[in-house]
């Protein structure tokens, strides 16, 4: 069961608040593993608990649903992907690790 509309939120706050700070841009570029992923996500919202390095293929697989998207100023593509039946997942892909974000439901 997805997480709630409300709590959804916090991954379209997420990348509002990468988009607004090249530092963090950079930041995310440097990460090449999933402890920086996980240090660099609490940093910027500790509700963001489901993270996954994943695959450029995965990355950039047609999407079945996409909610939103973009570039990011220091060229990291992001999307927003409704699961059929499950979490709305953030997907962004940096110089160094591909990743996914999702809330975790109880």
């Known amino acids: 069961m997805p997480a709630s509309p409300e709590r959804e939120k916090a991954l379209s706050l997420f990348v509002d608040r990468i ?7 950079n930041n995310l570029n440097l990460i ?3 402890a920086g992923l996980k240090s660099f996500v609490d940093g910027i ?12 293929e ?3 697989s047609p ?3 996409t909610v939103d998207s973009g ?3 220091a060229n990291i593509p992001w999307r927003l992907l409704r ?3 499950g979490p709305l997942v953030l997907q962004m892909i940096c110089s160094k690790v591909n990743f996914a974000l ?3 439901s109880c």
């Open 45 to 56: 919202d500790s509700s963001i608990t489901g993270m996954a390095l994943i695959p450029l």
């Open 102 to 104: 999702w809330i975790e």
């Open 63 to 65: 999407p079945k649903i």
């Open 83 to 85: 699961c059929p039946g």
């Open 71 to 73: 570039i990011l100023e």
């Open 58 to 60: 995965q990355a950039t």
């Open 19 to 25: 988009t607004d700070n090249p530092s963090l841009q």
């Open 32 to 34: 090449n593993d999933a």
